[in-house]
């Protein structure tokens, strides 16, 4: 007998309301009641990436204050999932860079299921926050590979590669197959959100945000944008190495040109005299 195959969060719930409605501040100003499994699976994949119950239930309702400022930019109801993994994604990078991560120990876990959750954790912390997010999508949630190209902002045949290359580097750090992101439980918590309120226009400014957002309505991951910053600075300091290593190796002429003065009559000495 086959293992049932996790449900996409979109058929757990009615948040968002998807009509044709204009969702641009439709909620803004006002407490907007959250759906309880949405809640449970930005809180789950923020506690894969940071791995602290406090910071996770911090994380989930920052991204849903986020989402709901931003929900006009949804691209499609069947994208939710991987449109809220992301802005996750984004706001536990921010924590991890701006506070200490704890590293907690397996064997303060009481249960076998949240051991492995901290198994999986380990492995994906030390993997590139693409690898990890396509990993927990596709394994935990089931998200069709399509989504996920428009999450990751990248064409279907780069998509298969960056699977491989996750895959490979996951069973590499890991005994447990990647299937088991399915099944383990993180640890529980009662801080998850009933409701919230979505951030200003404000308040989402890059400047405070920390990240931009796509043509596709996703936000780019953090790393996308710190890898095509160093490669612009290495491709720049590549040009600048050579531009003076030319300078360096240039072959000077032994024969310079001299200026010389003119006559001050202005007149043409004849050499024969």
Do not use: C
Not at 91 to 116: D, K, N
Not at 122 to 142: F, G, P, V
Not at 189 to 207: G, I, M, N
């Amino acid at each position: 007998m086959t293992a049932p195959q996790p449900a996409a969060i979109e058929r757990l719930g009615t948040f968002p309301p998807v009509t044709g409605a204009d969702w641009r501040n439709m909620f803004i100003g006002q407490p907007t009641p959250i759906n309880p499994d949405a809640a449970q699976m930005v809180y789950d994949i923020a506690w894969f990436l940071v791995k602290d119950v406090a910071a996770a239930a911090e994380i989930t309702v920052i991204t849903f204050r986020v989402a709901l400022s931003r929900l006009y930019d949804l691209p499609a109801p069947s994208a939710y999932t991987a449109w809220l993994g992301v802005i996750a994604t984004n706001e536990a990078h921010r924590y991890l860079e701006e506070s200490p991560t704890r590293r907690l120990s397996s064997a303060l876990m009481p249960t076998g299921s949240e051991r492995e959750a901290l198994f999986l954790a380990d492995t994906l912390a030390e993997m590139r926050a693409d690898h990890k997010l396509a990993m927990i999508l596709r394994y935990r949630y089931n998200t069709p590979p399509s989504v996920i190209t428009m999450a990751l902002d990248m064409r279907p045949r780069r998509l298969a590669r960056l699977f491989v290359k996750a895959r490979e580097e996951f069973a590499r750090e890991s005994s447990l197959p990647p299937a088991m992101l399915a099944s383990a439980s993180p640890p529980r918590t009662r801080q998850l959100p009933r409701s919230v309120e979505a951030y200003s226009k404000k308040e989402l400014k890059p400047a405070v945000l920390g990240y931009p957002w796509l043509p596709s309505g996703f936000p780019a991951l953090p790393e996308r944008e710190e890898r095509r910053a160093k490669w612009l600075t290495a491709v720049l300091t590549l040009v600048l190495l050579v531009a003076i290593g030319l300078a360096i190796t240039r072959p000077w002429s032994a024969e310079r040109p001299q200026l010389v003065e003119p006559n001050a009559a202005g007149e043409i000495l004849d050499i024969d005299g």
